[in-house]
């Protein structure tokens, strides 16, 4: 995933900068080997694997953006581990939140008495990877819960309603 954030927010950069976001979503969070051969995982994500990568994957980026990797000027990596160490969802580095398996979505999800993001405190909802649609990046629980609270038939801010 590229992204960014400075276009439509440019307090996100100094002036006359911008900021590029790339989320690689599926890196192992321990490695086991480098399918081309020319990296060595021997250290998991060390400091010298975090930086091989990210030129990897700048050098593959300037097929799409040439001279994106000459105006880079600082980056900071975040590997699985990382992930994991400053966020306690994300277990074993999992950006998602969790099990996307069937039993985990759906009505299921977080559990059958949260379904529909209705939380016990009238007018407060729950949303995020832990609620339907499930984890990932889109916003999906949000727009759900978006879409409900601009309907009047489940607005839970009219009387009798939840």
């Given at each position: 995933?590229?992204?960014?954030?400075?276009?439509?927010?440019?307090?996100?950069?100094?002036?006359?900068?911008?900021?590029?976001?790339?989320?690689?979503?599926?890196?192992?969070?321990?490695?086991?080997?480098?399918?081309?051969?020319?990296?060595?995982?021997?250290?998991?994500?060390?400091?010298?694997?975090?930086?091989?990568?990210?030129?990897?994957?700048?050098?593959?980026?300037?097929?799409?953006?040439?001279?994106?990797?000459?105006?880079?000027?600082?980056?900071?990596?975040?590997?699985?581990?990382?992930?994991?160490?400053?966020n306690p969802n994300a277990v074993s580095g999992d950006p998602y939140?969790?099990?996307?398996?069937?039993?985990?979505?759906?009505?299921?999800?977080?559990?059958p008495q949260a379904a529909g993001h209705h939380t016990t405190v009238?007018?407060?909802?729950?949303?995020?990877?832990?609620?339907?649609?499930?984890?990932?990046?889109?916003?999906?629980?949000?727009?759900?819960?978006?879409?409900?609270?601009?309907?009047?038939?489940?607005?839970?801010?009219?009387?009798?309603?939840?």
């Amino acid at each position: 995933m590229v992204g960014q954030q400075c276009v439509l927010d440019p307090s996100r950069a100094p002036e006359g900068k911008a900021t590029l976001w790339l989320q690689l979503q599926e890196v192992p969070f321990e490695p086991v080997g480098d399918a081309a051969g020319e990296l060595s995982v021997a250290g998991g994500w060390s400091e010298k694997l975090k930086q091989a990568y990210l030129h990897r994957v700048l050098e593959r980026l300037e097929q799409f953006a040439p001279g994106t990797r000459a105006t880079v000027l600082a980056s900071d990596i975040i590997a699985p581990p990382d992930l994991a160490a400053s966020n306690p969802n994300a277990v074993s580095g999992d950006p998602y939140g969790g099990s996307a398996e069937l039993f985990q979505n759906l009505l299921w999800r977080p559990f059958p008495q949260a379904a529909g993001h209705h939380t016990t405190v009238r007018g407060l909802w729950h949303i995020g990877a832990s609620t339907h649609p499930g984890p990932g990046l889109s916003g999906g629980s949000g727009h759900l819960v978006a879409q409900r609270l601009t309907t009047r038939k489940s607005n839970p801010f009219k009387r009798n309603q939840r």
